[in-house]
């Protein structure tokens, strides 16, 4: 009998857990349904109030009190109509939410509540460029940790006219998480090409990170700046096999002809991710003279490199694509795949027949 009670009793407490932990899934979900329709609605609220304040109608920003302490709302209320207007209506809107002290509301934002609310605030900040809106980007950035929000603050002071100093970019990358570092990259990018000359001096200072001198390999590429093919030309034959893919790339994106040496070394490279990048670059500096070399880079071991040497193949023009429609009916079996499927992909297979 013992045992039926203990059997009844457990069913009976296991029912009750099952029961208790329904209800709160329910009252879980409507809670958070509610929150949506009170966030949807003041959403409304506050991009009509925009809309009416660029209008001058009424007291549209009076409306703005009862939504005043939603600061991530109104952030992302008003990014999103930053964004589609310009001239006198992003003025007076501008304007007006200046003098409502709606960015003291972003200011404070940038130290109270959830990281993503922090760094809407901290874009929405840069809307408002002057002394107050930098004391405060700079004061949150001496006490951020998580680099979603250090970048997000880097990046609001670069819009307003007070970009950090790069090596406090690349100094902030040590330590970072893959991840993390990915954020910093159109960051680095935009400080690069506002000051090439600063980024190079860095780019040839031993005491910059490996990682850093990655980065900046391929935005000094990036910047469009000539006086950056050398240095990225020496760094193409560096032992550290990153940097040796980074500064093919920039050299691919910077497009000087002169950069041929380099790119027909890169193909014969030993690592493969380097035989593909310098492939990708022939075909985007547009090197005629690197055919033979992609060509027979079709019976390269590794399908990437096959695949990217077709590409640049058939990006050279006529000849390429001769080079391509040949080997597709007459080489071994890689690179009559490789090429065929090239060709196909671009349209051209019925020629290639």
């Not at 460029?129 to 680099?147: I, S, W």
């Not at 990046?155 to 910093?184: H, N």
């Not at 400080?191 to 910059?208: E, R």
Request: charged residues 25%.
């Amino acid at each position: 009998m013992s045992a039926l009670l203990l059997i009844w009793s457990a069913s009976v407490v296991l029912a009750a857990v099952a029961l208790i932990w329904m209800s709160s899934l329910v009252v879980a979900r409507v809670l958070r349904e509610g929150g949506e329709n009170r966030r949807r609605h003041d959403m409304r609220l506050i991009q009509q109030a925009f809309l009416d304040i660029m209008s001058g109608s009424g007291d549209a920003v009076g409306r703005l009190r009862d939504v005043k302490g939603r600061a991530r709302l109104m952030a992302e209320a008003l990014l999103e109509v930053i964004a589609l207007v310009r001239g006198g209506e992003r003025e007076r809107l501008i304007s007006a939410l200046t003098a409502f002290r709606v960015d003291d509301i972003f200011c404070r934002r940038l130290s109270l509540g959830s990281i993503a609310g922090r760094v809407v605030a901290a874009e929405a900040l840069s809307v408002f460029p002057g002394e107050r809106t930098c004391v405060a980007l700079r004061r949150a950035l001496r006490r951020a940790r998580v680099g979603e929000l250090r970048v997000g603050l880097m990046r609001s002071l670069i819009e307003i006219g007070a970009p950090p100093a790069l090596r406090e970019v690349l100094a902030d990358l040590g330590g970072r998480r893959a991840s993390d570092s990915l954020l910093y990259l159109p960051l680095i990018a935009r400080l690069v090409a506002d000051d090439p000359m600063t980024a190079l001096k860095a780019f040839g200072d031993p005491q910059v990170t490996g990682e850093a001198r990655v980065i900046l390999a391929e935005a000094l590429g990036a910047s469009g700046d000539y006086r950056m093919l050398q240095p990225l030309c020496i760094a193409a034959r560096a032992p550290d096999v990153e940097l040796r893919i980074a500064a093919i790339r920039g050299l691919a994106a910077l497009g000087h002809p002169a950069a041929e040496p380099t790119i027909l070394a890169g193909l014969a490279d030993g690592v493969w991710v380097v035989r593909a990048a310098s492939c990708e670059a022939a075909g985007r500096i547009g090197l005629r003279s690197a055919m033979p070399q992609l060509e027979a880079q079709l019976d390269d071991p590794v399908w990437w490199v096959r695949f990217r040497a077709g590409e640049a193949l058939a990006g050279l023009g006529q000849e390429g694509q001769d080079r391509l429609r040949a080997r597709a009916a007459f080489g071994g079996d890689l690179s009559r795949r490789t090429a065929s499927m090239v060709l196909a992909e671009r349209g051209l297979a019925v020629e290639a027949v």
